[in-house]
């Protein structure tokens, strides 16, 4: 393993039904700053793996590591976790009562734990900067709002 | 002198013990909404419990209170009490009970259904974002389930008002109770005061119930238009 690796897994295996893997013995890592593009057919196993390493799935066996921490251990604290492993999932997913800036405060808020006056002005200064950044993400304006007004965002599930 | 018969209604203090007898139904209405909404949490989220055993009890419970009829409920627990376990509770108690009992199962139900109508994605957003199982159900689930269930836990507040009204026949003085005092006493004097008693007193259940149904209309096509 080099040194910058953030993310691996080793044996990973999953099955919704016994017998049956979706991921068979599935090893892999990520350097830091690399991006990823996994591929494939629908039903492949694309989001279960995503879902896998953000804990969201338990897996069969094998293990992943978070900075060369085991994390898929039982006794993890799955929320402190998922703390440092972003997700965007398909249907974008905003919390349909909250407003779009309360989506976007509820994590900083109350997982980091930050000030909300502070988080609100970050918020407010990437809303200026949004407007150059969208034209890549023009299609899907609400996704790219998230992705940029989250900086802990990494997963992004398409 | 032929007496108009609505005069009943005016004579000595007989509409202020009207209200005073809604009161009491209301009280009783109340008390038992406040309880039910309490336990009806509890049950509705035992409803969803992992354990199959968990959701058989509830299921049961929910059918036992459907089918009974709540007067039926009110007897066994007010006559029941008194005679197998030698407790002298107040009918007023006794309703308070059933009608618990009742309210409980039923938003119990409401929860459930509610809760399943939050769609799993909203908490595995939450989860992904660092936070915790309480957090999801505080910040996330337990708003967007209580927008889906005020409707309907309020209908069941007026059906709860409405169902009050057996409660006489456990020896509850609340408002068909005092209205049956006011017709016996004036059955000489005026023969068709029962027609005008029972009429105030359905004007008085409309007045109390309607808005809540009005109320429960809007909230319904609120939470619609929301959700377009």
């Given at each position: 393993m080099s040194e910058t690796t953030i993310l691996r897994t080793e044996q990973l295996k999953k099955s919704y039904e016994k017998g049956k893997y979706i991921l068979n013995n599935f090893t892999f890592s990520i350097q830091k700053g690399e991006v990823v593009v996994i591929v494939g057919?629908?039903?492949?196993?694309k989001s279960t793996f995503l879902r896998c390493l953000n804990l969201l799935e338990p897996i069969d066996s094998g293990s992943i590591y978070l900075e060369e921490q085991l994390i898929s251990a039982k006794d993890k604290n799955a929320s402190k976790i998922r703390e440092k492993i972003g997700m965007v999932f398909q249907s974008y997913d905003l919390f349909p009562h909250k407003t779009i800036l309360d989506n976007l405060l509820l994590a900083p808020v109350k997982v980091q734990k930050r000030n909300k006056k502070e988080v609100e002005q970050e918020a407010e200064e990437l809303n200026k900067k949004k407007i150059e950044l969208d034209l890549e993400f023009r299609k899907e304006e609400f996704l790219s709002k998230t992705t940029i007004w989250w900086p802990e965002t990494k997963g992004c599930n398409r | 002198m032929r007496d108009m018969g609505i005069s009943v209604l005016f004579q000595g203090n007989n509409f202020v013990r009207l209200l005073i007898g809604l009161l009491a139904s209301l009280r009783i209405a109340a008390i038992a909404m406040a309880l039910s909404v309490v336990f009806g949490v509890l049950v509705g989220m035992m409803m969803r419990s992992k354990h199959g055993w968990i959701r058989f009890l509830c299921r049961c419970y929910l059918e036992v209170v459907r089918i009974m009829p709540q007067l039926v409920l009110l007897f066994l627990v007010y006559f029941g009490a008194a005679k197998h376990l030698g407790i002298d509770m107040s009918g007023e108690v006794a309703a308070i009970l059933v009608f618990t009992f009742w309210g409980a199962a039923e938003m119990g139900d409401l929860v459930r259904s509610s809760l399943i109508s939050i769609p799993k994605h909203q908490y595995d957003s939450g989860y992904a974002l660092g936070l915790t199982k309480w957090q999801v159900t505080v910040h996330i689930i337990i708003p967007q389930t209580v927008k889906r269930l005020l409707p309907s836990g309020v209908n069941l507040l007026t059906r709860m008002i409405k169902t009050t009204s057996l409660v006489v026949l456990i020896g509850v003085v609340e408002v068909v109770k005092v209205g049956k005092q006011i017709i016996d006493a004036s059955r000489y004097t005026v023969p068709t005061s029962a027609l005008w008693v029972y009429g105030a007193i359905f004007l008085l259940y409309f007045i109390i119930c309607y808005p809540f149904s009005k109320l429960a209309t809007s909230l319904e096509r609120h939470r619609k238009e929301e959700s377009v």
């Open positions: 057919p629908s039903g492949c196993g | -």
